[in-house]
C-alpha cells in the first residue's frame, strides 16, 4: 500500500522532482484500480482534481503555491462541498447536492490541497463499522472481511489503500480514532472547538470534531494547522490563536509525565495489545518520559451517558429531515392511494357488524391523515435501522417523565467525567491508552448485537463526553490475525502541541527512530 508521506512528496515538488498532475493522476488510477473491492470512495473528482493541479502545479513553480500544495486528500461525505452530493450515506439525502462549502474545505483549498473524492461513512456518522451506509459497506485493505471501523470508514481505508495521502473525518464518539486503529493510520480527534464545524452535517452538536487521518504524526499536524481556528460562522468555535504545530514538532520534549489509566486496562482489553501498549510506555520511560498510574473513576459510566446524550441530541438535529422541509420525501400518491385502501378495508370488515358504524367512525378517527403517514412513510424508507434506532433511543430520553431520569442524569455524569480529566491533566501532560479494545472483527458478525458494537467504542467515547484532544498512532500488527491496531494519546483541550509530542515520540519508538 502507498504510505506516501505529504511532506517528502512535497519536497519532492519543489525539488522538481515530481509533477502534481502526474501524482494525482496516479491517486487516480490507484482508486480506479482497488476501490471496486474497498467501496471508500463514493465520487471520483477526476477530472476536477487534474484540474486543480495543473493550476497548482503553476504556482509552484512561481513559487506562489500554499503550504498543502501537493497534498491529495479525500472528504467525509458528512461535510458539505459545493456543487458535490452530502449524502451522509443515507438514502434520505441521497439527492442532495451542497450549496456552499464547509469552512474546513475553504481553508483546504485556500492553501491548494487537492480535493481526490468524496468519501464512504456511516449513515450520518451512527456506526463503529461502515456497514451501514446507503452506498454500501467499507472493506478494511488489510482484509477484505473485516470492517475498517467507523463511522470514518471510508476516510481510514482511503488513506490506509493509497487511494489518497489524507482525509478528513469527524468524530462524535471515536469515529476517526477507531478506523484509524483499526485501519492502520494515525487519526486525529482535536479539541471540541478547535476546528469549526460549518458546514458539517450534525450528528451530535456538542460532541463532533472535524480531524485529518493521514499515514504520520507531521502530516496530521499541518493539517490541523490550516482547518483549525476562530470561524464567526461557528458560534462554538474557539477564539485562542493556533500554534504552529509542525514547527512545535521539531524540538520534541522527552521528558513528559505520561498517564496510565487502570480504567482502560481491565478485563475485555486483547493480551496482546495490553502488553504491546505498556511496552512503548516503557519505551517513553528509558528516554526520559515519567509514567503516572492515574484513575478515571467514572469512566465505566461513559458509554451508557454518551449513548443517552449523542442519542438525544441525535433525535432532535435529525428531526428537520421529514420529507416536508428537508430529505427524501415518499410518494404521496402511493401514501393517499394505501390510506384509501385501508379506510375501504376497515369499513369492509366492520360494515355488517353490530355498531359497525360507530367503530367506523371510531377507526377513521384514530387513522393518519395524509399528511402525518406522508411523515412516517418518507422517515421509515429514508432512514436506515441504526439511525432509527437511535432516533427512538434518543427521543425516549427526552420524552415527558424520562429527561430527569435520564438526560439529567447523563448530563451529571458527563460533569463528573470531565471533571475525572481535569483532575489527571492537572498530574499528567498525556494520557496514553489503548484505542479499541480489539482489531477489526469480521464484516457481519456484530450487526445484529448493538450493544456489542457500541463497546468497539469504549476507549474513545470519554474524550469526546470532555471536549478533549486525542490521537490514534498505529504500532504495528497484531500476532493472531496480521490486521492493524493503535495505541491513543489523550491530551487536555487546546494542548494539541503536548498531544502531537508525545504522539510524535511513541511514532518514534514505533519505526526505532
Known amino acids: 500500500m502507498n504510505q506516501e508521506s505529504f511532506i517528502r512528496i512535497r519536497a519532492e515538488l519543489i525539488a522538481g522532482k515530481k509533477t502534481l498532475p502526474d501524482i494525482v493522476s496516479a491517486y487516480i488510477s490507484r482508486i480506479e484500480s482497488v476501490n471496486k473491492d474497498i467501496n471508500a470512495v463514493t465520487q471520483l473528482h477526476g477530472k476536477e482534481a487534474l484540474e486543480q493541479a495543473e493550476r497548482i502545479q503553476k504556482k509552484l513553480e512561481s513559487g506562489t503555491a500554499g503550504p498543502l500544495a501537493g497534498l491529495v486528500i479525500g472528504i467525509k461525505e458528512v461535510l458539505c462541498q459545493k456543487g458535490y452530493p452530502a449524502t451522509c450515506g443515507s438514502r434520505m439525502l441521497a439527492d442532495y447536492e451542497a450549496v456552499y462549502d464547509a469552512t474546513v474545505i475553504e481553508r483546504l483549498t485556500e492553501q491548494d490541497a487537492v480535493i481526490i473524492g468524496r468519501l464512504n461513512m456511516d449513515e450520518f456518522a451512527m456506526g463503529s463499522s461502515n456497514e451501514n451506509s446507503y452506498h454500501g459497506a467499507v472493506k478494511n485493505p488489510h482484509n477484505l472481511s473485516k470492517v475498517p471501523g467507523g463511522s470514518s470508514g471510508g476516510s481510514a481505508a482511503a488513506v490506509a489503500s493509497g487511494m489518497c495521502m489524507a482525509s478528513l473525518g469527524t468524530d462524535t464518539g471515536g469515529s476517526i480514532r477507531q478506523p484509524a486503529a483499526y485501519s492502520g493510520v494515525v487519526g486525529l480527534k482535536p479539541s471540541y472547538g478547535l476546528v469549526s464545524r460549518y458546514g ?280 493472531a490475525d496480521q490486521m492493524p491496531y493503535g495505541l491513543q494519546i489523550m491530551a487536555d483541550a487546546f494542548h494539541e502541541q503536548k498531544l502531537f509530542n508525545a504522539a510524535k515520540l511513541v511514532e518514534n519508538v514505533v519505526n526505532g527512530d
Request: net charge negative; glycine share 6%.
Open 200 to 479: 458539517l452535517i450534525a450528528y451530535a452538536s456538542s460532541f463532533d470534531s472535524i480531524g485529518p487521518l493521514t499515514h504520520n504524526v507531521d502530516d496530521a499536524a499541518l493539517i490541523l494547522k490550516t482547518i483549525a481556528g476562530h470561524d464567526e460562522r461557528d458560534a462554538t468555535s474557539s477564539s485562542l490563536p493556533v500554534p504552529d504545530y509542525p514547527e512545535l514538532l521539531k524540538n520534541l520534549e522527552p521528558g513528559i509525565r505520561v498517564g496510565i489509566p487502570e480504567e482502560y486496562f481491565e478485563n475485555g482489553l486483547d493480551t496482546e495489545i495490553r502488553e504491546n501498549t505498556l511496552r512503548i510506555a516503557a519505551e517513553l520511560e528509558k528516554n526520559g518520559a515519567e509514567l503516572i498510574p492515574i484513575t478515571l473513576p467514572h469512566m465505566k459510566y461513559a458509554i451508557a451517558t454518551y449513548y443517552i446524550l449523542a442519542t438525544a441530541e441525535a433525535s432532535s438535529n435529525l428531526a428537520r429531515f421529514d420529507g416536508i422541509r428537508y430529505g427524501h420525501r415518499a410518494d404521496i400518491k402511493k401514501v393517499r392511494v394505501d390510506l384509501k385502501n385501508e379506510e375501504n378495508e376497515l369499513k369492509e370488515q366492520l360494515r355488517n357488524q353490530p355498531g359497525g358504524e360507530e367503530q367506523i367512525k371510531e377507526e377513521m378517527a384514530r387513522m393518519d391523515s395524509p399528511m402525518i403517514r406522508l411523515y412516517k412513510q418518507s422517515r421509515t424508507e429514508g432512514f436506515g435501522m441504526e439511525v432509527k434506532r437511535r432516533i427512538l433511543l434518543g427521543t425516549y430520553v427526552l420524552s415527558a417523565g424520562y429527561y430527569d431520569a435520564y438526560y439529567g442524569k447523563a448530563q451529571r455524569i458527563r460533569r463528573l467525567i470531565t471533571d475525572d480529566f481535569k483532575n489527571a491533566f492537572s498530574k499528567v501532560d498525556v494520557i496514553l491508552s489503548p484505542t479499541t479494545p480489539t482489531t477489526a472483527f469480521d464484516l457481519g458478525s456484530q450487526v445484529n448485537d448493538p450493544l456489542q458494537m457500541y463497546l468497539n467504542d469504549i476507549y474513545t467515547i470519554s474524550a469526546n463526553l470532555s471536549g478533549i484532544c486525542s490521537i490514534n498512532v498505529p504500532v504495528g500488527k497484531h500476532s
